[in-house]
């Protein structure tokens, strides 16, 4: 963790001191634009000089960086040159370069020489401003690549789709290895078996057409929030995660779903899951009675859970529930699969939970996932400086189905976020875990 760190320090720093310098270089460079500008013109370094009146060992040197110049000499050469001064001096603008140290700094280990930075954007601006567009252009595809790997594992109808086709492919090849067996084989077994053969090849083309068809359906809405926990989560904000229409007990969850305008089959299959699981919580925990209770107990999950004959998890769901009359008093939430991916999230201010490249290793929620039904709690402090924000976390891990000695448990872990403004009187001092706003190594 250490390492990972220390490495995105170095990381930003490199970048800030390049950046910082880029003014000061932006000078140093002048000469490289008047020799670039000369030649693409077509002057000769003698004919230049003596036109401004030096000699060309004088303004051979000012090409090379190694004399300043500026003020008469600048505008003169300029007008020789048929440019304006500030195209010599300014040199490129900063946006390009801003784009050239992010790709430098994405990619810190091919020792990229970003203290020439600017020159290299100064005499190659085209190509500079080629490979800041691809480098812009590759972190798009990556950002693409993680929300359709994130897809691929938690969108349950193209996991099902996906299954039935590699089972009845599986069964094909079984069909078929039988059939291409030399052995004799009765001719009732044999028409049996090539009947399944064609049955099995309807059926793998039914359910071929139909994953494609539900890729196509489903390309719009998942392309514009990424994956259908994403659509949920937007629809989720959007309401600050309190929604009056499950608050009552013979709410209809499939007419709320149409209701929210959710596209896609997998993110109305999402929503209709949340759904039911807010409205057993609700009616487990009534609103009036659950927020006096709130107030009363400082937000304690393990209290309100024992007040209302609920589980941990229960409470702190609910407790993201309850409406939010400030942005300060907003209660975080994320909850993730016994594999560490992050299923919901609802960050709050000072608190990222970011999907991708950003789960913290050090985070409660995976302290409580690697000790089932072991409660966590922590003073957190996020970020440092005057940026820092300070938060009482809690953080449980309990299996979502019932134990069995057949199959492995399914395990949820659940991480409450309360800012300190809310608990003022439980929150110590000194905070107990230190958090960097800076991405680590999603574990």
């Known amino acids: 963790m250490c390492k990972i760190i220390n490495k995105q320090v170095q990381k930003n720093t490199a970048f800030i001191a390049v950046f910082g310098g880029v003014s000061m270089t932006s000078q140093q460079l ?5 020799r670039d500008r000369r030649v693409a013109v077509g002057r000769k370094q003698g004919d230049l000089a003596t036109q401004v009146g030096i000699s060309p060992s004088y303004l051979n040197l000012i090409e090379h960086n190694r004399r300043r110049i500026g003020g008469k000499l600048l505008m003169d050469i300029a007008r020789a040159l048929a440019v304006d001064a500030s195209a010599l001096s300014e040199g490129t603008e900063a946006t390009l370069l801003a784009r050239l140290l ?5 990619q810190m280990a091919s020792a990229a020489e970003i203290d020439q930075i600017e020159g290299f954007a100064a005499r190659f601006p085209g190509w500079a401003a080629l490979l800041a567009s691809q480098t812009q252009r590759v972190s798009a595809l990556e950002r693409q690549v993680e929300a359709l790997t994130d897809r691929l594992a938690h969108d349950p109808i193209l996991s099902g789709a996906l299954h039935e086709v590699l089972s009845t492919v599986t069964a094909i090849r079984s ?16 028409t049996r078996f090539q009947r399944n053969l064609y049955e099995d090849s309807v059926r793998l083309a039914e359910s071929s057409q139909a994953l494609v068809t539900y890729l196509d359906r489903d390309e719009a809405a998942s392309s514009q929030a990424g994956t259908p926990i994403d659509v949920l989560e937007a629809y989720l904000r959007e309401h600050s995660f309190h929604l009056p229409a499950l608050e009552v ?5 499939l007419n709320l779903v149409i209701a929210a305008g959710i596209e896609g089959d997998a993110a109305q299959e999402a929503a209709r899951q949340y759904f039911t699981r807010y409205v057993q919580d609700a009616a487990a ?4 009675a659950f927020q006096q209770e709130a107030i009363r107990v400082q937000y304690d999950p393990a209290k309100l859970a024992c007040a209302f004959s609920t589980s941990i998890p229960a409470a702190m769901r609910r407790l993201v529930t309850l409406p939010v009359e400030t942005e300060n008093a907003a209660i975080g939430l994320a909850i993730c699969d016994g594999t560490g991916a992050l299923v919901l999230r609802h960050a709050i201010g000072g608190f990222p939970l970011p999907r991708f490249g950003g789960a913290h290793p050090e985070w409660p929620l995976y302290q409580a996932l690697s000790c089932p039904n072991l409660p966590v709690r922590r003073h957190v402090q996020q970020g440092q400086g005057s940026s820092a924000r300070q938060f009482l976390v809690y953080a449980i891990c309990q299996s979502v189905a019932p134990l069995s000695f057949d199959v492995p448990p399914q395990l949820e872990a659940t991480m409450l976020i309360l800012p300190a403004a809310l608990v003022p009187d ?10 960097s706003n800076a991405p680590v190594t999603r574990i």
């Open 30 to 34: 002048t000469g490289h634009r008047i």
């Open 102 to 106: 992010s790709a430098a700094a994405s």
């Open 175 to 190: 069909t078929a290895a039988i059939l291409a067996d030399p052995q004799d084989m009765e001719q009732a077994w044999r």
């Open 249 to 253: 007990g013979d709410a209809d969850i």
């Open 285 to 288: 925990m009534p609103l009036g």
């Open 426 to 435: 439980i929150i110590g001092t000194t905070p107990d875990l230190f958090l």
